[in-house]
């Protein structure tokens, strides 16, 4: 009598558990379908590093995500329900033992739904976790490109493509924020510009980077933020011109005007260094605005701007703020452009003339500056009538001109060796094609003439005689600039 065939209830279970582990491989493949690729083995790169490539690149792949709308019926190419986030060496159990250890809720009672949310809890922490590895990792160069080979910005933007965690996907940092604008700052200045600008384009966004650089009290975050809109004011014309409208219907002119307000208040109450780029970038972003086709009329027109600029060029002490000042000349130079009338008023400024010879030294390297205060300085000495003018009032001027004499001799040595600022390209509007320092050292040489003469009709008393010094530099200085008008011409 044949024995009865019994099925194997083992054999069985073996086969079901074939059968959805088959099932679900194919369904973990149709899930890496939509995210990139593992990143290749270390071996194929020339990195020297102290720390194991292929611990960077086991991080890396630890981050690659699974879609999270499947992750809970799905244990994932990780093995684990923790949304494709988790260790990969983690077993179902190490998981399950992760869950144990957590709090109890419901009075001790897991249901399957506690559980899968326990585990997608521990995972958004597993995921954090090597996420800021990686983080504090590539403030190594080396580090950084060897995750840039193998993927890891590929990684990452996947993962802000699925996640539905907050936690992953928002900048909650002043640090992050900072580097989110640095990085948006170099992809501007790249030459994919165009692709960086269509990213940031919209006026939502625009108008998070504004509220940032508006209420931040952090100095490296403002400055990061402006940089981020000065960059925007400078890249390629075909991108600018996507922003500039957008920008300027959400206020740009008025709260840079208002962040230069406020550093020019910190700055004459107390020198604090870390502020000094700050300021910087303000005025870059303020001068860069300044000669847009269009738009240039709100900052030129600005007489609380114009005010806190001349503040600046009369500081006493330039030296810490050095760029600044530089940035500032040229930004003078174009608002005078714009707004010639300003001129008459300002040439009765004498600290602020003095001032405009003290930047001389500090933009010896820069022959843009220098030309931009040759055309301040012809500008406003245009304006001065030495002959009708009292004595008393021409002496002001003179002394003012025979104290920096010194300067004056100097960049004009400085600029006959490196060819004048009339025959360097890429000027801004400020200086002319006119040769605006050939009419500054003009307009000296007549008030310095004017000056001798009234000297000489009084027999060299009254005022004249109380500053000897200053009349020897007054010689030096009509000698020198009669020289250097004789060279330009």
């Not at 190490?94 to 326990?118: P, Q, Y």
């Not at 000297?455 to 000897?468: F, T």
């Amino acid at each position: 009598m044949a024995l009865e065939s019994k099925s194997n209830p083992i054999e069985e279970e073996h086969q079901d558990e074939g059968d959805d582990v088959e099932e679900e491989i194919h369904h973990d493949e149709d899930e890496l379908a939509r995210n990139p690729s593992a990143p290749p083995d270390y071996e194929f790169f020339d990195i020297t590093t102290t720390v194991d490539p292929s611990y960077i690149i086991s991080l890396i792949r630890k981050l690659i995500p699974i879609d999270s709308v499947t992750s809970r019926d799905s244990r994932g190419v990780n093995g684990s329900d923790d949304g494709g986030r988790g260790d990969t060496n983690q077993t179902a159990e190490e998981n399950e033992d992760e869950c144990e250890k957590m709090d109890v809720v419901n009075d001790g009672s897991r249901g399957g739904e506690d559980k899968d949310t326990c585990r997608g809890l521990a995972g958004d922490e597993v995921w954090e976790e090597h996420g800021c590895v990686l983080w504090d990792l590539a403030a190594s160069r080396t580090h950084a490109e060897l995750m840039v080979q193998n993927l890891v910005l590929e990684v990452l933007m996947a993962n802000l493509m699925v996640s539905q965690s907050a936690r992953v996907t928002e900048i909650y940092d002043t640090q992050c924020l900072a580097e989110a604008c640095r990085l948006l700052t170099l992809g501007l200045q790249g030459s994919e510009c165009c692709t960086w600008a269509e990213a940031v384009q919209s006026e939502h966004i625009l108008c998070r980077i504004i509220w940032i650089a508006e209420n931040t009290l952090n100095p490296q975050l403002l400055e990061k933020s402006l940089g981020l809109v000065l960059a925007i004011l400078e890249s390629q014309k075909e991108a600018s011109c996507t922003f500039i409208p957008s920008l300027m219907k959400l206020g740009i002119p008025s709260l840079l005007i208002n962040l230069l307000d406020f550093e020019m208040s910190r700055l004459t109450e107390e020198r604090v260094p870390e502020r000094y780029s700050v300021l910087d970038v303000i005025l870059r972003a303020i001068e860069a605005l300044s000669i847009l086709d269009g738009h240039s009329q709100e900052i030129c027109s600005s007489k609380k701007l114009l005010q806190l600029v001349c503040d600046l060029i009369k500081l006493p002490d330039k030296a810490e703020v050095a760029s600044s000042c530089v940035t500032v000349a040229v930004l003078i130079a174009n608002i005078m452009s714009d707004m010639p009338n300003l001129a008459s008023e300002m040439s009765q400024d004498l600290p602020f003339l003095q001032g405009l010879l003290e930047v001389f030294p500090l933009a010896s390297d820069d022959v843009e500056a220098r030309c931009a205060l040759w055309s301040i300085i012809a500008r406003l000495l245009v304006r001065v009538k030495e002959n009708d003018m009292s004595l008393s009032s021409l002496h002001q001027y003179v002394l003012v001109l025979a104290r920096k004499s010194e300067i004056i001799e100097d960049d004009l040595i400085n600029r006959q060796l490196d060819n004048s600022c009339e025959e360097t390209k890429d000027l801004t509007s400020s200086c002319s094609k006119s040769n605006t320092r050939s009419t500054a050292l003009k307009r000296i040489v007549s008030i310095l003439n004017q000056w001798t003469a009234s000297k000489d009709s009084l027999g060299g008393g009254g005022v004249a005689g109380e500053h000897s010094a200053d009349e020897l530099n007054v010689g030096r200085l009509l000698d020198c600039c009669r020289k250097h008008i004789d060279f330009t011409e």
